[in-house]
């Protein structure tokens, strides 16, 4: 467990390091942008009332707009699930798999947190912050460790060394 | 057995999802002593790292802190200059609600001594977030930087101390100690030849 924590924090610091500098941006921001035009789509495909502009998302009938900053986009939970698939041992092929549906798991999950927020902030600006600051990033941060739970799951455990038959001679030095 | 590992795992998550609005209903209202501890504990870290000598004053879940800052001394003359920033400390410090919901939610995680050190650590960890975006906030008022006479390394430190303090120590910290404690849950134990 010591190696697989050491590993963890230093691969995870090493992320977040990363995405502050310029080419992590250089994936951020596009990044949110997709984000936010992926849930003015899904808004749309329910009562055509969003729309995107960079990382804002808008409504058309109240004015209402809600931008998507860090911690928003979904990016902090895929660098923790990262850092915890990277860091544990199993077979290469097994962390693309978890990496991938839980990538997708986040972002969906992230998805209706957006949603969900710019609906409520047009209702009411209290249990807006209530579900922004406190309740969704808990529930994303679950999100990431169900999904890392369940990988962990699904690798096929260490067989354990053989014991000695007591029979058996031993081995000449 | 794949099959009741998944369900485990999602029982203990439907467990910690049923009782985390509990446990953040107690937060709530627990408000000012987990603001006051954190707030306290991250007074020294703001005077270190800013140079400067800092008084901490709670107003109910926020905190204040004023830093007075001297430039480097010039003959005759040290300028002197006090700063206020205001952090709002329940973004910070609700992650024990979190982990209050998932260390009764697993079996594995059920001791009470340790549930209590590890809220102890979730009281002062927070610490770390309210010390750094206060840090930040310096750092953005303009007209400071000769007074706090940052380099690139300490701006750049500064900043990604907020970021982890920020977006990922909240909820991370009880995640990983839970982790801790319910580690007979997801340490893989070695198959039976």
Redesign the interface.
Known sequence: ?RRFAILFVVI??GL??F??TPPGQALVVPWTGLVADASAGLIRAFDGDAYSAGKSLFSRKTGFGVTIE??CNGV?AML?LLAGILAFPAPWKLKVIGLAIGAVAIQALNLVRIVSLFYLGQWDAQWFEWAH???W??????DA??VW??W?????????P?LPHPAQPAAAA | MRDLARRQVFLVAGRALLMLPIFLAAWYFAGTPLTWVPGVAATPIVRVISGGSVAMQQQGRDIHYTVKLEAPYRPGVTPRVAADVEVGAAKFTYGIALFLALALAARESRDSVAILICSVLLVVLPALGIAFDALKQLGATPGLQPFLGWGIGTREGVALGYQVGTLLLPTLGPVALWLVLARRLWLPEPAAQ
């Open positions: 467990m995870l610091v977040f390091a995405e502050l860090a911690g902090e923790v600051l406190y309740i990033q808990s529930l994303i941060m679950l460790l169900i739970l369940l962990i799951r699904a690798i096929p455990r260490p067989q354990e053989p």
